[in-house]
């Protein structure tokens, strides 16, 4: 039943490719973005772009995650830069580009006396459904998200995880080309999060529907999104493929047949950290560009005209990758 959901939402969207020009490759711009409550800046100068797929957003708290959404769906208005979702100004854009996007809030405060079927159907609504339209489209969604038989239970009634199904849900409900999901897993159970990943990840690549999501759990992020934006201190530290910001991040094994500490003396005088270990091996330049790794290991080599059996990037952690960039090296 999930399936033949989601199919029918999907390919009943109006918002979809419409002639035929490919869509653009970029979802989210930003240039020199500042924000600021009262006196205090959340941004100085945010700039990135966000391409198609799935993106995790990162941060420690209260490095400005939800307030970014909110300028993303035109609710909070930036001090100076540019910003563009789905080719437009959300601060000016109209109806028409909220129609396009879906929203899921982290927090869970939904209206206890609804019906989750009634609330979706609203939500799509407001997005510009026609009422018999939004009634099929909340049943579909509720039934995607494994609530087809809770669908006529009041909100109120249901357990915190089951509001999270709500929310995403009535994200979906009128078929968006982009869907931004805060903390999209906060309050599922193991069993729970896997499904919700599961849907996420199909959604984002059989589906052909953009997703923005922010979340605490970094293995989350790392299991199902394919580009990520860390931000710290009021800017982007860092944003990309995940695969390109991980692979080489971490180093490098070298493994040699001989020459083993004149190889590691000539790596380390280049400037590259070097650490010898058993068995003829060399871990080396960890946090260093791996092409520059490699041209210090290739002219070591060839100095000492050493035996190379081996050399293989090492890849971190996304989790590495989030601490070295929000907390430097040290953390």
Do not use: C
């Amino acid at each position: 039943m999930a399936n033949n959901a989601l199919s029918g939402i999907v390919n009943d969207m109006d918002i979809a490719d419409s002639g035929d020009s490919a869509p653009s490759p970029t979802v989210i711009s930003a240039s020199a973005v500042s924000k600021l409550w009262g006196d205090v800046p959340v941004f100085t100068d945010l700039t990135v772009e966000i391409g198609r797929g799935i993106t995790g957003l990162l941060g420690s708290n209260g490095a400005g995650k939800t307030t970014l959404f909110g300028m993303l769906l035109g609710l909070h208005h930036r001090n100076s830069g540019d910003l563009r979702v789905l080719g437009e100004d959300p601060a000016h854009a109209g109806p028409e580009l909220r129609q396009r996007i879906g929203y899921s809030p982290e927090h869970h405060d939904l209206p206890v006396d609804v019906a989750a079927q009634d609330f979706v159907r609203h939500i799509a609504e407001i997005h510009g459904l026609p009422k018999r339209e939004a009634t099929t489209r909340s049943s579909d969604a509720l039934w995607l998200v494994g609530l087809g038989e809770e669908r006529a239970r009041p909100i109120g009634t249901m357990s915190t995880g089951q509001r999270q199904r709500v929310k995403l849900a009535q994200a979906i409900a009128h078929g968006p080309s982009l869907v931004v999901l805060d903390e999209p897993t906060d309050g599922l159970d193991p069993v729970q999060r896997d499904d919700m990943l599961e849907l996420i990840r199909k959604i984002g690549t059989e589906y052909n529907i953009d997703v923005l999501l922010s979340s605490h759990l970094l293995e989350e992020v790392e299991r199902i999104a394919d580009n990520v934006v860390i931000i710290a201190d009021g800017k982007v530290a860092a944003a990309g493929a995940i695969a390109d910001l991980q692979i080489g991040q971490g180093g490098a094994l070298v493994v040699l047949d001989d020459q083993v500490e004149a190889v590691a003396g000539s790596i380390q005088a280049a400037g590259f950290a070097v650490r010898v270990d058993a068995g003829r091996r060399l871990f080396v330049g960890a946090n260093e560009p791996i092409e520059a790794l490699a041209g210090a290991v290739r002219d070591a080599v060839a100095e000492h005209e050493a035996s190379l059996r081996r050399f293989v990037p090492l890849q971190q952690s996304l989790e590495d990758l989030f601490l070295n960039e929000v907390h430097g090296a040290s953390a």
